[in-house]
């Protein structure tokens, strides 16, 4: 069976999370992709938060799954004509470097289009035009800069980043996207494009709603929050959703750090609601009966479902919520994550040998194609397809062997 990519060859010139997140759906896909890294050194993260000394650091293994890794000095002439020959032979360019590194390389937009008219030039950058352009972004930048920490932790507390690589990762998904629909658009007109995704619009994309809600202000206080007070810009609202379900996160047994339950309260959930917690008298009384009566006391419905919550394991609720199909989900720590049978099953959660590093578990991909399977390989060492890629270019096993010793490869 083929896969949704096949015949795509993809030249990856990203490193550390946002553009290899970006490349690395791409070949689960199916996309060829060739990592171009620097001679002897290669991606940053090879060597950052090692776990193992002289072994590829997990930050990159889990990033770099399925790809072809090949080494060039795009300092040296040589290196700039190998260059040269491998932009006219793919259909994407990724790169993720710092604004006009790319152009300082002697490759603007115009010249990598002159080489290539069919190529998707692709670019995630920290920002778009204009005042922040030149700035240097990285994840809780973005999450900053993009409207997600304003209004994340609670009321009473500092601006909170949010666990999720949003900015990254998050970026990366969103430069897939573009990818594939500059890819699409070329089968009709037969030319390639120039795509870019800036962090910081990335981020505010997955903040719309947030945005929605300082509109909302204009015409009185949010009363889907918790906060007693209204200013004039969203406030930080701890677990609220801040829509039209109200829900909050409620204590479990033994009460861990992350013996804790999300219940979201819809209308049709708050009779059986009412009956688990042991007070069915308010599935009929008026003070309680409604959303609209629920609205001005929601800190104190919650509080009398955690007070039966504590009584029983996160596991237990979830089990007795969902008999009643009211929507919940249990607060899973990452080793509840990393060891849970399910997501494994599903291949959400991969195990992966490596030739140095040994097995170690990564996440396998998020989208699912039927008739594309993923099978998530391992990263590539070092330069580990410099012969094959430059094999499939021309090179033979002498010319190899001066563009190594001219320190080109």
């Known amino acids: ?171 990366g998904i969103h430069l897939v996207a573009a990818i594939l629909a500059a890819l699409y658009q070329r089968t009709n007109t037969g030319r390639g494009q120039r795509v870019q995704v800036a962090m910081q619009d990335a981020v505010l994309n997955l903040c719309r709603v947030k945005l929605r809600d300082q509109q909302r202000l204009a015409h009185g206080p949010l009363n889907e929050y918790p906060n007693d007070v209204f200013g004039d810009e969203v406030p930080r609202s701890g677990n609220a959703s801040g829509g039209g379900q109200p829900g909050w996160a409620v204590k479990c047994a033994p009460g861990g750090p992350n013996d804790y339950i999300y219940v979201i309260i819809q209308p049709v959930g708050w009779q059986p609601i009412t009956r688990l917690i042991g007070k069915p008298e308010l599935a009929e009384d008026p003070d309680w009966a409604t959303p609209e009566a629920r609205l001005s006391k929601l800190d104190k419905a919650f509080s009398m479902i955690e007070e039966w919550t504590e009584k029983h394991t996160k596991w237990e609720v979830m089990e007795a919520l969902n008999a009643h199909n009211i929507p919940c989900g249990p607060i899973l720590s990452t080793r509840e994550l990393a060891e849970d049978a399910t997501l494994a099953e599903l291949g959400s959660v991969v195990e992966v040998d490596h030739p140095e590093r040994g097995a170690f578990k990564t996440v396998g991909c998020p989208l699912k194609l039927s008739d594309s399977p993923v099978e998530v390989e391992r990263s590539p060492l070092l330069g580990e397809h410099n012969a094959e890629v430059f094999g499939e270019l021309g090179y033979g096993a002498d010319d190899l062997d001066r563009l190594r010793a001219a320190g080109v490869i």
Not at 17 to 31: F, H, K, V
Not at 130 to 157: C, H, L, N, P
């Open 1 to 171: 069976m083929g896969k949704a990519l096949d015949g795509v060859r993809v030249l990856d010139m990203t490193h550390v999370q946002s553009g290899p997140s970006s490349t690395q759906i791409l070949a689960w896909l199916g996309a060829d992709v060739i990592k171009l890294e620097t001679p002897g050194r290669g991606d940053i993260t090879r060597g950052q938060l090692r776990d193992l000394p002289g072994v590829d650091s997990l930050y990159f293994t889990m990033l770099n799954a399925n790809k072809r890794s090949i080494t060039l000095n795009m300092k040296s002439e040589q290196g700039k004509q190998v260059f040269d020959q491998l932009v006219s032979s793919v259909d994407v360019l990724v790169e993720n470097f710092g604004p006009g590194v790319v152009d300082r390389f002697g490759y603007p937009w115009e010249r990598l289009a002159e080489l290539n008219p069919r190529l998707i030039y692709a670019s995630i950058k920290g920002f778009g035009p204009g005042r922040y352009a030149d700035f240097k972004a990285y994840e809780v930048i973005a999450q900053a800069m993009g409207g997600a920490m304003s209004t994340t932790g609670f009321e009473d507390g500092p601006p909170t980043a949010t666990g999720a690589q949003i900015g990254d990762s998050g970026t």
